[in-house]
């Protein structure tokens, strides 16, 4: 048998291919990146074709950087971890989140301070420590009966914020107290740590005089427990999975920009159908945001073989990303007759051979190679003086790619396929020492040396690698169950015995291996804590698979390791919510509630599928599922303010005020008992604040919002101190106090800046935008809700680019330039209609139906704000019903019928009261001043303006009262008071030039003019 070097095979066809690509990459170079992605079916060419284009752009100077998704492989982020990893100065993400101890005390049985340890940094306050340590004495002296015999349990405690556990001896007590996460090893360390203790020194605690000198041993002892870590799952309460995405996608944004500052760059990405969905959420944020960079991204797919793959184009492509997708073709029969001449050159094949072969293997090149390597190896093809010939005409065709690498696989010796099917259990690429760990192989480099000569694999150093997908696809799916299943133990085992000391380092191995064997409990045991390091990554899929697989897993392990159950669907429930699945997250959650044992968890359950059901817009549902969790919590028990804290919710969003607040009340009693942690307090404290603000108890909102703000502070919980602040602000913005408001967003920015919220950045600027819009600022407001705009965008995210867009709006609108405003409001209103947000339609709705009034267009402006007002009709936004009642009287008062004028005002007036809104109460009275004015009844018009005019004086509102100013003009001339338009004119002309508004000014030249 001939052996050929068929690695080196001339590049053949795509030439139209190589062309788009070569020129998306001269677009780069010049600072127009783009995206583009080769799509084809397995074994098409789409690597070799992007190794040629890897040598073009090496040409020219480009930085290339790759990296693959593996269909074996759980890692978050893997395909840009593995092609960054040259030029990262940083780890893409934390893993892994630690908790410890933060004081250590041990108590004897009379309540007195033994010995306590605190590590470096941690002290806390002399007055905490004091209630703390009375709290703990208390509870020493409460757990001996009146016999002085110790009851027997585990004590916990909760102060404010802490968590406090207490491990009962027979001498001492030993307390520990932590923040945040408790890890379920912190009480069996601490119930070692006492047994050692009592064991070693209990003689001593016994006669203990009092001297520290005598239990110095036990600080010790004490110290190392203080000491240690505790890997812990992240909190998942509050968390928004995008904000936290979104920072990993700006750093990997951030590295590839800085590499392009000395070449441009291109980065290729493999296999994406196999990528998870946090490596293509950070693709499409890239993709969004290198069309300025020189910066060119290369992705390679299987067309339609991974939904979430093709989910990620098709929004890429509905937000107008620039994305090319280049379909890698079949070769046409003339490159087949290339691909052929290239391998067996000389030749004398006949014409029909190249036909057949063409017909049979589709024109993919790998079935074309490989079954001429097959071809030639059992000597259907051969070489006769000096040229090749067909040595047989029966030759067979196999009819699938799948078939041809089962013949070439036959070929091989035992050993060598046996190591093919081990190699194939590791992944695509796998390392020697890995494959070699084999115990039945007798020579596992000879076994190798084979896979490389048919050219299966390649090897280099200490990594090999299946030359193709298809050779690892089809060998792995033709293993037994059985085998394969002895293999990924092997597999698991060696990396056990590998990574003795730092099994974490490859947790996500151990877990897919052992969960592919029959070692159920080691499967169990790698899962759950895999689950909780993809968690830490901020990999909610992966997560979720793994604790899907570990509650799958249960039924097979022993007995008592199932207790962990309740607590794995808990999990999935805070998993499945997070990442907008929610009719999973409530099956996760009424499955944990069905398996735990005591009432406190299946209240605390239930609470969660009421809260979901919440989420989900289901008011009356939750509160159905809530009212049930009430009936089975303790009456008085933290659980039980929880629960009506989450009736609280339900009840504000349905308008429900008053039931709102005595569920929200009654939530904090509890919590301030000494129940409740400082988050829950702060957090209750602030959604009563939210109500009264609704009900415009201006004065009442700012106490609890500050009261909230103080809690959040005390905690360092950056999120609620943003929110509080921002909660302030709104409620200065409601009050008129615009520089007082303008205040707290401005520090709302700087919290959200310095955390890198992105998102909450983004709500800050147009806050302070409209602050300076509002004071007659509006190019200053321009800037400030343009910057809020380019961070939507470069998000992607449509609700808040939609309102960035009003926002720009406004200001176009203020200054009369209609035909901008509708442009921006349209846009604004089909990104809300795409993404489904009800209010933000109904808020663009209204928008043009007000520039379509200030056009003349009444008719259209009527249509557009009946629009609004059914959409505010379903889901009870009280605000934007008064807005677009006063819209419909400005419409019906041009169209002079007076009763609707009245109809809507009147409508609008009570529902303005009822919210506390006082600008749209000035409204109110300003369209019914012009009513008066244009029916001559000048003493109920100046009535009317004056009341408009109290109020806009007070709120500061200085857009609003210039255009009120104007108003008064008008009806001063049609009185036929020259002097009092005059003055009244003047004073909005010079306002209105004042803030640069020319079309208003302009008309109050004109009227100035007649008079």
């Known amino acids: ?88 100065d940083r780890p893409l993400f934390i893993e892994e989140m630690h908790t410890s101890f933060t004081e250590v005390f041990a108590v004897n049985r009379t309540g007195l301070l033994v010995a306590e340890a605190v590590p470096e940094g941690e002290a806390l306050d002399a007055d905490i420590f004091a209630g703390m340590l009375s709290a703990v004495q208390d509870f020493v ?30 001498r001492l007590f030993l307390t520990a107290v932590f923040r945040g996460t408790e890890h379920p090893g912190m009480k069996d ?41 505790f890997l812990v799952k992240r909190d998942l309460e509050g968390l928004k999975l995008e904000n936290e995405r979104i920072r990993i996608a700006d750093h990997v944004l951030e590295t590839l920009e800085t590499a392009t500052e000395t070449q441009p760059l291109l980065l290729i990405l493999e296999d994406l159908h196999w990528a998870e969905e946090s490596s293509l959420f950070v693709l499409n944020y890239l993709a969004r945001n290198v069309r300025d960079k020189r910066i060119l991204i290369l992705g390679t797919q299987r067309p339609d073989e991974d939904r979430v793959l093709q989910d990620t184009v098709a929004s890429m492509k509905d937000e107008g990303i620039p994305l090319t997708e280049i379909k890698v073709e079949k070769l046409g029969g003339e490159d087949v007759g290339s691909l052929i001449d290239e391998m067996f050159t000389p030749n004398r094949f006949p014409p029909e051979f190249v036909d057949r072969l063409v017909g049979r293997c589709g024109g993919n090149p790998f079935f074309v190679i490989e079954m001429l390597k097959q071809m030639l190896d059992e000597g259907t093809v051969a070489r006769k003086d000096g040229d090749f010939v067909l040595e047989r005409e029966d030759y067979v065709i196999p009819t699938t790619v799948e078939d041809v690498v089962h013949q070439r696989l036959e070929a091989l010796e035992p050993e060598a396929i046996a190591l093919a099917e081990y190699a194939s259990c590791i992944g695509r690429v796998f390392g020697r020492d890995v494959a070699f760990s084999l115990e039945s192989l007798t020579d596992a480099p000879s076994a190798l040396g084979s896979l490389k000569s048919t050219g299966i694999v390649t090897a280099d150093n200490g990594n090999a690698e299946f030359t193709h997908a298809i050779f690892q696809e089809v060998i792995y799916t033709g293993i037994g169950d059985r085998w394969r299943s002895v293999y990924h133990k092997s597999i698991g085992e060696h990396f056990e015995s590998t990574y003795g000391t730092s099994p974490d ?72 919510s997070l990442v907008g699945r929610y009719d999973m997250a409530i099956e996760s959650y009424e499955k944990a509630g069905a398996t735990a044992q005591d009432a406190a968890t299946k209240a605390s359950m239930l609470r969660r599928v009421g809260w979901t059901y919440g989420k989900m817009g289901e008011f009356d549902r939750s509160l159905e599922v809530l009212a049930q969790a009430k009936e089975m919590a303790e009456e008085g028990s933290v659980e ?129 935008g409209n602050m300076h819009l509002a004071m007659g600022h509006p190019d200053k407001a321009l800037e400030f809700f343009e910057r809020s705009l380019g961070i939507r965008e470069n ?104 009763d609707k004028v009245l109809e809507n005002v009147d409508m609008a007036t009570k529902t303005a009261s009822e919210i506390g809104a006082k600008a749209e109460e000035a409204w109110t009275h300003r369209i019914l001043g012009m009513l008066h004015r244009e029916t001559g009844d000048w003493v109920e018009a100046e009535a009317e303006f004056g009341k408009a005019r109290t109020i806009l004086e007070e709120f500061g509102e200085r857009i609003e009262l210039a255009g009120l100013h104007y108003e008064y003009g008008l009806m001063h001339k049609a009185k036929g008071d020259s002097a009092r338009a005059e003055e009244f004119l003047r004073k909005a002309l010079a306002d209105f030039e004042g803030m640069g508004l020319d079309m208003w000014a302009d008309k109050c030249r004109k009227v100035l003019e007649v008079l």
């Open 1 to 88: 048998m001939e052996e050929l070097a068929f690695q080196q095979l001339e590049f053949i066809g795509r030439k139209g291919e190589l062309s788009r690509l070569e020129g998306s990459l001269e677009e780069a170079v010049a600072g127009r990146g783009s995206t583009v992605l080769l799509s084809g079916e397995a074994g098409i060419g789409k690597t070799r074709l992007v190794e040629e284009f890897r040598k073009k752009a090496g040409a020219k100077n480009a930085k290339v950087l790759s990296g693959s998704a593996s269909a074996e492989m759980a890692n978050p982020f893997l395909v840009f971890s593995m092609a960054m990893e040259s030029i990262m």
């Open 141 to 170: 002296r409460d757990s001996f009966d009146s016999s002085g015999e110790k009851r027997s349990g585990l004590g916990r405690l909760e102060y404010g914020d802490m968590k406090i556990l207490i491990e009962h001896g027979s």
């Open 189 to 229: 360390l601490l119930r070692r740590t006492l047994d050692d203790i009592e064991e070693r020194y209990g003689d001593v605690l016994e006669s203990w005089s009092g001297s520290v000198s005598e239990v110095a041993p036990v600080k010790e002892e004490i110290l190392r427990l203080a000491g240690t870590k």
């Open 640 to 768: 039980y303010g929880r629960i009506l804290s989450s009736e609280g919710y339900p009840h504000y969003r349905k308008g429900e005020f008053d039931k709102g607040l005595e569920r929200y009340d009654a939530a904090l009693k509890i919590f301030e008992k000494g129940g409740g942690q400082q988050k829950d307090i702060g957090n209750v404290l602030r959604s009563i604040g939210t109500i009264l603000l609704n009900k415009g108890e201006f004065d009442s909102a700012l106490e609890y919002f500050h009261k909230s703000l103080s809690v959040m502070e005390g905690i360092d919980e950056h999120h609620g101190v943003a929110a509080s602040l921002n909660n302030i602000g709104n409620v200065y913005d409601y009050q008129g106090k615009l520089e007082n408001a303008l205040e707290y967003y401005q520090r709302v920015l700087g919290i959200e800046e310095k955390i890198g919220h992105r998102d909450g950045i983004a709500i800050a600027l147009n806050n302070i």
């Open 795 to 898: 998000i992607g995210d449509k609700p808040g680019i939609a309102m960035s867009l009003t926002c720009i709006g406004l200001v176009h609108q203020s200054r009369g330039e209609w035909d901008k405003v509708l442009v921006l409001y349209r846009r604004s209103l089909e990104l809300n209609e795409s993404v489904g947000d009800m209010h933000g339609t109904a808020l663009s709705l209204n928008n043009i139906g007000q520039v379509y009034r200030y056009k003349g267009e009444v008719d259209r402006a009527l249509e557009h704000h009946n629009k609004s007002l059914r959409i505010c009709s379903e889901i009870g936004d009280k605000w934007l019903d008064v807005h677009n009642r006063c819209g419909l009287a400005e419409a019906y008062l041009d169209l002079k019928d007076t």
């Open 505 to 576: 380092d490859v947790l996500y191995e151990l877990a897919r291996h052992f969960s592919r064997s029959n070692e159920h409990q080691k499967a169990f045991d790698y899962c759950l804590k895999a689950g909780a390091k993809a968690e830490n990554a901020f990999a909610a899929e992966q997560a979720i698979g793994f604790y899907e697989t570990a509650v799958r897993l249960i039924p097979n392990i022993r007995s008592g390791a199932g207790d962990n159950q309740v607590e794995i669907l808990e999990r999935l429930g805070g998993l499945n």
